[in-house]
């Protein structure tokens, strides 16, 4: 990453951060962004006794999240969140996104989807005319799956391949012990379309487009400013 993007970064991870009051309940994200929000949240906590209580996306960001002095909790517990934030990959003009570059989008979507409010925090590189031009889609996938899945992707005009590990021979296992099928479309036009296929396939478990779950994008500039951006009204 270089300065500037992480200068965007860490705008965004404080704005959302001061966004947070106490007695809130949160939806803790996965990925480098999200990591300036927790990190940032972990500073008002222990400057200011806030007390909040989150709910993480992902064993990564449960750590970070313990790390900060963030109280976890789980949706058996705490079911409605105020507000969730997390990173995306690419954030298009109807605030559908792609997310799961970090294989979390699974656990992210429940999250977000819990949350009254989901903040979005991207710098500008994210923000696209059309998804799935630069980006994958991440599909969650039971292993025993993973072919016939491929050829549903195929069959919808990606190219596909299994993600495989670094630093760890074979696949990449998820949170759940799920594969990751990777998804280069040329461009995603339809996004509806795309999800409802693999909904309706056995075996997805699910994939990383987020269609009308985002409220709020906040877009980090290398300046340090944020742009703040709301779902555009249908
Ligand atoms: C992880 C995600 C991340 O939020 C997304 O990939 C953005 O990551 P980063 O903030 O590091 O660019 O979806 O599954």
């Known amino acids: 990453m270089s300065d500037l993007q992480a200068a965007a970064k860490k705008a965004v991870g404080e704005h959302v951060a001061s966004m947070i009051s106490s007695g809130m309940t949160l939806g803790v994200g996965t990925g480098s962004t999200a990591a300036m929000a ?3 949240l972990g500073h008002r906590i222990r400057e200011e006794g806030l007390q909040v209580k ?17 109280q976890l909790s789980t949706l058996d517990e705490t079911p409605d969140l105020d507000l969730a934030f997390d990173g995306a990959d690419e954030v298009d003009p109807a605030f559908v996104l ?6 979390a989008q699974t656990r992210e979507k429940i999250v977000a989807s819990r949350a009254r409010q989901f903040i979005v925090l991207v710098d500008e590189s994210k923000i696209v005319d059309e998804l799935g031009h630069r980006m994958p889609l991440p599909v969650e996938v039971v292993p025993m799956a993973v072919t016939p899945v491929m050829q549903v992707l195929h069959a919808l005009g990606a190219t596909v391949e299994i993600r495989m590990g670094m630093k760890k021979d074979g696949p990449v296992v998820s949170d759940q012990g799920m594969w990751i099928v990777d998804a280069m479309f040329n461009g995603i036009s339809n996004p509806e379309h795309v ?3 693999l909904l309706k396939t056995p075996g997805v478990v699910d994939h990383g487009l987020f269609i009308g779950l985002a409220t709020t994008v906040l877009v980090g500039r290398s300046d340090g400013s944020v742009q703040v951006l709301d779902r555009p009204t249908a």
């Open 195 to 197: 999800n409802d296929m």
């Open 54 to 70: 989150g709910v993480a996306t992902s064993f990564a960001a449960e750590r970070l999240a313990r790390q900060h002095g963030i």
């Open 98 to 103: 792609i997310k799961g570059r970090g294989a």
């Open 38 to 40: 927790i990190e940032a």
